[in-house]
């Protein structure tokens, strides 16, 4: 069975990485040294300005052009990026010491003026990033910098226990005051000076290659509880390329050494002592329903249910990942702290039932590319239980755009959650909250009080067993509301070849990680 790339190779999240090559890849000999690691994206980023960034391959790029102020490590925890030290006084008041020795690409220090300018941007509700509600909530953050004593201290009108995670998202990342005059030439990567990351962009031609040089004056690096090994590549190079099958065909051919497998393609790595893996499988896909006005599904609970009586997540599963994910019991995957476990919230599979609701139902489902054969498969499911199904599988930056930005054009979303946090309210802010069209995350329209109230409740908490209490209500609002209909996590496969590492963080992986080790 053929399954296309769903989420980007290198994605800043459980996305997983594939390092590899016949030999060692596109440096085909093991022993020889190399400056240059090969990679892949799924497709070309939609934009090079990381307060912008929207899908798996601009996630991959933002980390190597633009450092973070705080970055993950292991077990969930937080190391110094663009910032050495931080405090949270409370779930308002945050205080972040920058470090001293960050320069811009072209020479320009990296003062807390400079963070502050750069979050603000971030933050504005006019900008439109997709990682403003994770990082903030609806919160109004207010930011003081101090260049005199290093520090930008963070006032939030509201409690968002989740800020300084937010702080370790590619949305987050610093923009240099080159970047900030020029928001058009940022966009295009063609603003030299923007850059507070490790690398350059050294060319761009869409859908055929990236070049990313390395910043000799960049001295920058995190330092991780497990030190880094090996040697940061002077030349990275990406390919666009979108199937699973010609990846892993060119992983083991030599042309690339870095990829990304999730489906059948996986096997061809099994047992080659030439390659280490991991895997990672915080990736989940849902049925959202568009609750707008005007679509088929706007206040019809029992038409929601319906849909979910139809679903069969395991068979999706199979689907889309060669019987390799599992079914999931919310909007986030079992690895997720407080995610939901009670069974009895789930719709059970009913299709004689369903049939009597959907029979003649006109249904508009869209979905990415990299998901075609689920997307086809819950078209087939509503057309057997009668409904008059439409379907359209859409190149990942126009799925994007389009379930992003609200709107009536489509009914059914099969979404693809790159849970770039890691927490629960990631990807529950999916299903709640402020809606996509006023600066939100959520694609269903439908803001559901009593969940984000809960929501909110769970992020103003202190008390662990308090927040995870309140985070199982909100799940258990959009369960019982049918807002969504969880499907199955897609599992991804890391594979380096010998003389290459990039570091995973539980389910996190880091593409400014990348070392050569020969």
């Not at 190399?34 to 990381?50: C, I, K, R, W």
Request: charged share 20%; net charge negative.
């Amino acid at each position: 069975m053929h399954h296309r790339a769903y989420f980007s190779v290198a994605a800043v999240t459980a996305a997983a990485f594939v390092i590899s090559g016949c030999s060692g890849g596109a440096n085909s000999d093991a022993s020889a040294t190399t400056d240059t690691v090969n990679m892949s994206l799924t497709t070309d980023p939609s934009s090079f300005d990381p307060t912008l960034a929207r899908g798996a391959d601009d996630y991959t790029v933002a980390p190597l052009l633009f450092d973070t102020l705080l970055r993950k490590d292991d077990g969930g925890a937080l190391v110094g990026g663009l910032a050495s030290k931080w405090e949270a006084i409370d779930a308002s008041n945050y205080s972040l010491q920058i470090r001293g020795d960050a320069k811009c690409s072209d020479g320009t220090p990296i003062t807390p003026t400079v963070v502050a300018a750069s979050l603000g941007r971030f933050a504005s509700p006019e900008t439109g990033s997709s990682g403003r509600s994770l990082a903030f909530g609806a919160a109004k953050p207010t930011f003081a910098a101090d260049d005199a004593s290093g520090t930008v201290k963070v006032t939030l009108s509201a409690g968002w226990s989740d800020f300084l995670t937010g702080l370790a998202l590619p949305q987050s990342a610093i923009v240099c005051p080159a970047g900030l005059t020029d928001l058009k030439g940022l966009s295009a990567g063609t603003v030299q000076g923007a850059f507070s990351g490790p690398y350059t962009l050294k060319s761009a031609q869409p859908a055929v290659k990236y070049e990313f040089a390395l910043r000799d004056d960049y001295s920058a690096w995190p330092t991780f509880s497990k030190p880094l090994e090996g040697t940061p590549a002077k030349n990275l190079v990406f390919t666009p390329i979108s199937e699973y099958s010609t990846i892993a065909t060119q992983l083991l051919a030599g042309s690339l050494d870095i990829g990304g497998v999730a489906d059948e393609n996986v096997a061809r790595f099994k047992d080659n002592d030439g390659f280490t893996q991991q895997s990672a499988a915080n990736n989940t896909t849902y049925i959202l329903f568009n609750e707008r006005p005007g679509t088929a599904f706007a206040d019809k609970p029992d038409l929601r249910k319906a849909v979910a009586q139809t679903i069969d997540p395991k068979a999706f599963s199979d689907i889309i990942s060669d019987s390799r994910g599992k079914p999931i019991l919310s909007v986030g995957s079992e690895n997720i702290k407080c995610v939901n476990t009670d069974t009895s919230l789930i719709t059970p599979l009913d299709p004689a039932a369903a049939a009597k609701v959907l029979a003649g139902v006109k249904i508009r489902i869209v979905g990415t590319t990299f998901l075609t054969e689920g997307n086809e498969y819950v078209a087939e499911a509503l057309r057997k239980a009668g409904a008059d199904v439409d379907v359209k599988s859409l190149d990942n930056g126009a799925w994007s755009a389009l379930t992003g930005k609200g709107g009536t054009e489509w009914d059914i979303n099969v979404q693809g959650d790159n849970n770039l946090m890691g927490t629960l309210p990631s990807s529950l802010l999916r299903v709640m909250g402020p809606p996509a069209e006023s600066g939100g995350r959520n694609k269903t329209g439908a803001v559901n009080d009593e969940g984000y109230a809960a929501l909110t409740a769970g992020m103003n908490a202190v008390d662990a067993d308090e927040q995870c209490a309140a985070f199982k209500k909100a799940q258990a609002s959009f369960l019982e509301r049918v807002d969504a209909v969880p499907l199955a996590t897609l599992p991804f496969v890391t594979v380096a070849a010998k003389g290459f590492s990039i570091r995973q963080f539980g389910e996190y992986m880091d593409p400014a990680t990348i070392r050569i080790n020969k």
